[in-house]
């Protein structure tokens, strides 16, 4: 069985402070940091909602995606944020992995 690798975004709020990170477990990554299991900039920061993700296929090439959008500006995380999830909706409730 192929394993799969996740880009996500995590907001405290609607355009509000982003974390951007990668994981192989995305439910169990987002629950730890909604019940703030894991310490660091999104417990300081309270960011707790999920709110863009995409699938890599290796961990590899998730990697350079991450690193590739930290780089971006603010404007093009919104503007992707935006364009997928409108409405700002915490996505993890809609996780079926």
Do not use: C
């Not at 959008?69 to 079926?96: C, F, G, Q």
């Amino acid at each position: 069985m192929k394993e799969n690798f996740y880009i996500y975004i995590m907001a405290s709020q609607r355009r509000g402070t982003l974390y951007i990170g990668v994981t192989s477990n995305l439910m169990k990554r987002v629950y730890e940091n909604k019940n703030g299991q894991v310490d660091g900039f999104t417990k300081k920061y309270g960011i707790y909602r999920l709110v863009y993700y995409e699938i890599a296929r290796d961990t590899e090439t998730a990697l350079l995606r991450e690193r590739q959008m930290k780089k971006w500006n603010r404007v093009w995380k919104l503007r992707l944020i935006e364009e997928h999830n409108p409405e700002w909706a915490d996505l993890y409730d809609s996780l079926t992995m």
